[in-house]
């Protein structure tokens, strides 16, 4: 196999008295995934000695792939990982695009790490239920949120790995008091913060904004908004909204003050509109 990008660095790396930037090179060449999972990148090792340790995938903040290695000196080497149903999956919701890091050394030596972003071509989406055609997908999204109901609760739209809320969705959040009379209620406060937030990364945003719980105060308050544990296939995307504030209230009678803590998270689902 010809492999001219990776051969002729190598060549070039290991002439006397070249400066070694780094011992290992990584292909920037598109990693094609196979049908089964089966990835190969290519990469050089250019020391004069053989190097293990381990080579990672990750895409967003997740990891999605890892295995050990074993290069041998002055080598061109096809390393093959494997990625399941899931990781193509949060690879998909990037765009196929993620990053492969490699962690080595040789006997005695010190640990190299390298990194490189390369696009992954991944395979056609898996056929819907009943083996029929693959699920629809779309850039309007219908959510619901708990997993019960009609997908009517919220709206967003899907564009490279990021959703971005047309419709607001109502999480429920529970406050109650430290000190006082020790207080709690239950509210359904407004999600209302379009985003974008990506896909198989959390993710979290601040603003100012009122609060409808019996328990805290009028007005306008910093409320921090949060999108966790998203993940994407052909026809679904799934994830939790949250959100959290607090409130203080002082009492001129007792002289005291009374804090108030809020917080709550739902998870939800979506499927494509139309």
Not at 113 to 133: D, H, Q
Not at 215 to 232: C, D, P
Request: charge should be positive; proline fraction near 6%; aromatic fraction near 8%.
């Amino acid at each position: 196999m010809k492999r001219p990008l990776l051969l002729g660095l190598l060549g070039a790396l290991v002439l006397p008295g070249t400066a070694l930037a780094a011992p290992v090179k990584i292909s920037p060449k598109a990693v094609t995934v196979a049908g089964n999972g089966a990835a190969l990148v290519e990469v050089a090792n250019s020391s004069s000695h053989a190097l293990r340790g381990t080579a990672a995938v990750t895409t967003g903040s997740r990891k999605v792939a890892s295995r050990t290695v074993k290069l041998p000196r002055l080598s061109v080497t096809d390393l093959q990982l494997r990625l399941n149903s899931g990781a193509v999956d949060a690879l998909r919701a990037h765009g196929g695009r993620g990053t492969v890091k490699l962690s080595l050394r040789r006997a005695g030596g010190r640990r190299w790490i390298g990194k490189r972003k390369v696009t992954f071509k991944l395979p056609a989406a898996s056929p819907g239920p009943g083996g029929g055609p693959p699920a629809p997908t779309s850039d309007r999204w219908l959510g619901r949120m708990g997993g019960e109901g009609a997908y009517d609760d919220f709206e967003f739209t899907l564009d490279g790995g990021q959703m971005t809320l047309a419709k607001p969705a109502f999480v429920p959040v529970y406050c109650f008091e430290n000190g006082g009379t020790f207080r709690k209620a239950l509210s359904y406060e407004l999600f209302d913060v379009p985003g974008p937030w990506t896909i198989g990364a959390d993710g979290s945003q601040a603003k100012s904004a009122p609060a409808v719980n019996s328990i805290v105060t009028g007005g306008a308050r910093s409320i921090t908004y949060k999108v966790t544990g998203t993940a994407a296939t052909a026809g679904k995307v799934t994830g939790t909204l949250g959100m959290s504030f607090f409130d203080s209230q002082y009492d001129i009678f007792s002289n005291t003050i009374t804090f108030v803590n809020c917080s709550g998270a739902q998870s939800f689902d979506a499927v494509p509109a139309g």
